[in-house]
């Protein structure tokens, strides 16, 4: 898939890279995501480095989890390597690692800690296509992005011992974080050259990924796609990527047509349709998603329509614009609303968890 963002991101914070995702992408900006744009049967790190390479801009979700991430400091350095820009967007108050510190410390960067994040995710779209943009040459590729301070802070730096700490760290300090990413990097050589995978007597690059990749089958993986149906109202039970990660799915109704409350309508020839879900967790750890990425609806000829995000129902209220965050045994319930042609009929609705990237879905039947 050709796009222009690679969203680098811890697998605990797929809740606000999703969002990023939606959000770039309501913004006409490509992005690639793991695990959505991870070709089934493909090598998964392999997936990363190719996707990283054909980016033109990294996003990094910096997060207490990203920080302490050797997937994500690979990832960075990669990025890196192959002289791409970052842009990373903090969502917690934390100070970067050394090895992270020493790749992103003169990059710019976006503060999306305090409320709302809708604003921050507004501004962060506008700057990505600003950066864009310009990577472009100044062509525009899409609506013309909100203004950006200029220039962002820098990322903050530990204190250094000073009555209210210095801007800049001690060279010594700096010294000792050069020593320790260097110390990573000759071990990390030196276990590739004894274990690693050899082309032409050179040590293969290193792999990179946001979830650790197993080097044999996992035969619980499932294989192949797999299809629970039930009628409108019926819960199917759904496994997600993660181990244990489990989700009940009720498809409760449709409503067919509906309107927005916020003004907004279809585009010509279109009409807007509502799908309630109610989610429950019955897996074992916390579950997180954003559903509109989940659903799609599909007519009696087959043709999919996925949701409309950002639209708003007079059928009921939505989920929440960044999705939803379930631990074991509560539910969510809210509508998606989905944009299909005035002459489609919709047969069937459809619910794969993960941001549509899990192994199963399961499939509702719509009677008229």
Known sequence: MSHDVFICHSSKDRTIANAICSKLEQNRIRCWIAPRDVIPGREYAQSIIEAISGSKLTVLVFSDNSNQSPHVHREIERTVSHAIPILPFRVDDVIPSPALEY??????????????????????????????????????????????????????QPPTGGPSGASKLPTWWRWAALGAVALVVVVAAWVLVLGGRHTGG????????????????????????????????????????????????????????????????????SRYVAVQFQIQNTGTPAY?????????????????????????????????????????????????VFQVPTASKVAKVQFTMDGGSAFEFGEWTVQR
Request: glycine share 10%; net charge negative; proline share 12%.
């Open 103 to 156: 790749f992103i410390s003169d990059a710019h960067w976006l503060d999306a800690i305090t409320p709302p994040m809708e604003q921050h995710l507004d501004h962060l779209a506008g700057t990505v296509r600003l950066l864009l943009d310009r990577a472009a040459g100044g062509t525009p590729g899409g609506p013309a992005p909100e203004p950006v301070p200029s220039p962002p802070a820098p990322l903050p």
């Open 202 to 269: 050179t040590a293969a690059p290193v792999a990179t990924s946001s979830a650790p990749v197993t080097t044999s089958p996992d035969p619980a993986a499932p294989s192949a796609t797999v299809k629970a149906t039930a009628k409108l109202g019926g819960a199917i039970t759904l496994n997600g990527i993660d181990a244990g990660t489990k989700a009940a799915i009720t498809a409760i109704k449709v409503v067919d047509p509906t309107t927005s409350t916020d003004g907004s309508t279809p585009a010509a020839g």
């Open 288 to 336: 997180g998603d954003t559903p509109e990425s989940c659903a799609k609806v599909l007519d009696a000829s087959g043709h999919q329509f996925e949701a409309a995000f950002g639209t708003s129902a007079s059928a009921g209220p939505l989920f929440p614009m960044y999705g939803i965050a379930l631990y074991h045994g509560q539910k969510a319930v809210g509508y998606i």
